[in-house]
C-alpha cells in the first residue's frame, strides 16, 4: 500500500496527514468474490425469518433459547462444517412472571395502575410500597444530589439522558447498582422512545440476582407521573413483582474455519435476545450476519492464514454470561494468547465504517481495508471510528487486553425506539441493510484473518488498565463490579 504524505505547517508545528491509495489491490479480487457470492447468495435475511418465525423469542435458560442454540447448530452444519461445536455453561436463568405498579398521592390511598414491565434479574418475589423520589438521569452526581431522600425509597430516572448535553450515560444497571448504593428499596426507569412503549432488560450488573425490584415505565407514563408529582406532592408506588429463577444450562455454539496457523479471529454476536417479542434487531441481525459470513466463506472455500471461529453466544442479555464464559475457558487453555482479534456484531446493521476501539495503532489498517473495501461498493462510507464502549459480547475479550473491532452503523429512529421492547419483530429488518452487513463484515472479516502483520498484539494486565482508563471505562467497571485493579 502506498502512501502519499504531507508535511502542513500550522503555527510552527509540523502535523503529518497520510493519504492512503489502494496501489497494490491486495484485497480486491477476495473482496469481490465476497461481494459478489453475498450478494446473490445471502441466506441471512431468510434464515432470520425463518427463525423469528418457528421458534419466537430467544431468551437464554428457555426452551426457546434451546431451539435457538439447536438452530445455529444445524444451520452452521448445514453450511458444511464439520467442526461445529456447543459449548455448554451453567447460568441462574431469570424469567419474567406478574408485575404490577399502582400509584397514588401520599395523601390518598386511591392508587392508579400504571404499564409496566419488570427488569430482568429482579427479585423473585417483591411487594413493597414507598414514595418515588425522581433521581433524573440516575447518574452519580444525581444520587449524590438527593442521598438523603433517596434511601427507604424508590428511585425513577431516566434511561436515556435528558437535558444533559456533552455527559456519558450509565446503562441501566449501573443506575440500578447506584440506586442500591443509596439506600433505594426500589427502581422506576423511564423509558426514552416516545409514546406507550415499555423495555426490558437487566438491571444487574453481574448477572446475579439483584436485592430490590427494578421496572420500567413508558415514557409517556414517566412524563404524566413527573407531573403529577408536581401538581400534588409526594407520590407513593406499589410495585407487587413475582419472577423465576432457577439454574439452567445455555450453550455457545462454535464453528471454526481451520487456518494456517493456531493464531485465531474470531466473530461472534449474541443468539439470545429478550422475550417480549422475537428479538430481530437485537440480536437477529448481528447473530444471523455471522452465520451467513460462516456460510460465504464455505461457499468461497476460503482457506485462511489466522483460524477464524465464527461463536453464537447465549446469556449476553443476561449479563455477557456466554462471552464470559467463552473468555473464560480461553483462559484456562491458554488460548487467550492465541487470540489476535475479536469482532463483535450487535445490532450492526448497514455498516458506514469500522470502529477501531481505542486501538489508535489499527487506524491505518482498517483505513486502508476500507479503501479497498470501496473499490468493489462505492456506496460505503469508510468513516473509521476510534472509541470503545462496553455492554456486549466484546467486553470479556477488551478487559483481557484483546483488540477488538466493530462496525459503525445505521438504524432508523422508529427500528431503534423497540429496543429491548415489544415491538423488536422481524418487520423491522431491512433485507438489503442487512446484506451490506453480512458483505461489509466479511470483507473486514478476510483481511484480519490473512493480513501479514497486525500491528496491535493483546496488552499485558497492567497496559490493559492504563487503555481502559484512558477510553474513560474506569467508573463504569467500577461500578459494574468489573476492575480488578486497585481504585
Not at 408485575?99 to 390511598?109: F, H, K
Not at 456486549?392 to 452503523?409: C, K, T, W
Request: aromatic share 8%; charged share 25%.
Amino acid at each position: 500500500m502506498k502512501k502519499v504524505v504531507q508535511v502542513v505547517l500550522i503555527g510552527g508545528l509540523f502535523l503529518l496527514f497520510s493519504e492512503f491509495r489502494p496501489a497494490d489491490k491486495k484485497w480486491e479480487k477476495q473482496f469481490s468474490r465476497l461481494d459478489r457470492e453475498i450478494r446473490q447468495n445471502s441466506k441471512a435475511y431468510a434464515t432470520l425469518g425463518d427463525a423469528t418465525k418457528t421458534i419466537g423469542h430467544r431468551l437464554t435458560g428457555s426452551a426457546n433459547g434451546e431451539k435457538a442454540e439447536e438452530y445455529a447448530f444445524k444451520l452452521l452444519k448445514s453450511y458444511g462444517f464439520t467442526d461445529v461445536v456447543y459449548q455448554p455453561f451453567e447460568v441462574e436463568a431469570w424469567m419474567r412472571d406478574t408485575v404490577t405498579l399502582s400509584i397514588a398521592p401520599g395523601s390518598s390511598d386511591n392508587f392508579r395502575d400504571v404499564p409496566v414491565v419488570s427488569l430482568a434479574h429482579s427479585p423473585v418475589e417483591s411487594n413493597l410500597q414507598g414514595e418515588i423520589v425522581d433521581v433524573g438521569n440516575g447518574l452519580e452526581e444525581d444520587f449524590l444530589a438527593l442521598k438523603e431522600k433517596v434511601k427507604g425509597k424508590i428511585a425513577m430516572a431516566n434511561i436515556n439522558l435528558v437535558g444533559a448535553a456533552g455527559k456519558k450515560n450509565l446503562h441501566r444497571s449501573e443506575k440500578t447498582a447506584l440506586a442500591i448504593k443509596y439506600g433505594a428499596k426500589g427502581m422506576i426507569m423511564v423509558n426514552g422512545a416516545p409514546g406507550k412503549i415499555l423495555l426490558t432488560g437487566t438491571a444487574s450488573v453481574t448477572g446475579a440476582i439483584i436485592s430490590i425490584p427494578a421496572v420500567c415505565i413508558s415514557n409517556e407514563s414517566g412524563i404524566e407521573i413527573r407531573k403529577w408529582i408536581t401538581d400534588e406532592g409526594p407520590l407513593e408506588a406499589h410495585i407487587d413483582m413475582h419472577n423465576n429463577s432457577k439454574p439452567i444450562r445455555a450453550r455457545n455454539v462454535i464453528a471454526t474455519l481451520k487456518g494456517k496457523t493456531d493464531e485465531k479471529v474470531i466473530i461472534g454476536g449474541h443468539l439470545d435476545s429478550w422475550d417480549l417479542s422475537t428479538g430481530a434487531i437485537d440480536n437477529g441481525i448481528g447473530s444471523f450476519a455471522v452465520m451467513d459470513i460462516a456460510r460465504a466463506f464455505r461457499a468461497l472455500k476460503v482457506k485462511p492464514e489466522r483460524t477464524i471461529q465464527f461463536v453464537l453466544f447465549m446469556g449476553e442479555e443476561q449479563g455477557l454470561l456466554g462471552s464470559k464464559h467463552f473468555v473464560n475457558e480461553l483462559k484456562k487453555s491458554g488460548g487467550i494468547d492465541k487470540v489476535s482479534y475479536m469482532m463483535n456484531l450487535d445490532m450492526t446493521n448497514d455498516p458506514r465504517g469500522a470502529n477501531t476501539f481505542g486501538r489508535d495503532e489499527m487506524m491505518e489498517f482498517f483505513a486502508s481495508v476500507g479503501q479497498a473495501i470501496q473499490s468493489v461498493d462505492n456506496e460505503y462510507k469508510n468513516e473509521t471510528n476510534n472509541r470503545a464502549g462496553l455492554h456486549s459480547d466484546h467486553q470479556p475479550f477488551m478487559l483481557e487486553g484483546v483488540p477488538i473491532a466493530g462496525l459503525s452503523g445505521y438504524l432508523e429512529p422508529t427500528v431503534l425506539q423497540c429496543y429491548h421492547a415489544d415491538c423488536d419483530d422481524f418487520s423491522l429488518v431491512n433485507k438489503d441493510q442487512l446484506e451490506n452487513t453480512v458483505r461489509i463484515a466479511s470483507m473486514y472479516l478476510y483481511a484480519l484473518s490473512n493480513a501479514e502483520n497486525l500491528a496491535v498484539k493483546k496488552l499485558s494486565d497492567q497496559k490493559t488498565r492504563e487503555y481502559l482508563i484512558s477510553q474513560g471505562l474506569k467508573e463504569e467497571l467500577i461500578i459494574g463490579q468489573e476492575w480488578r485493579w486497585e481504585q
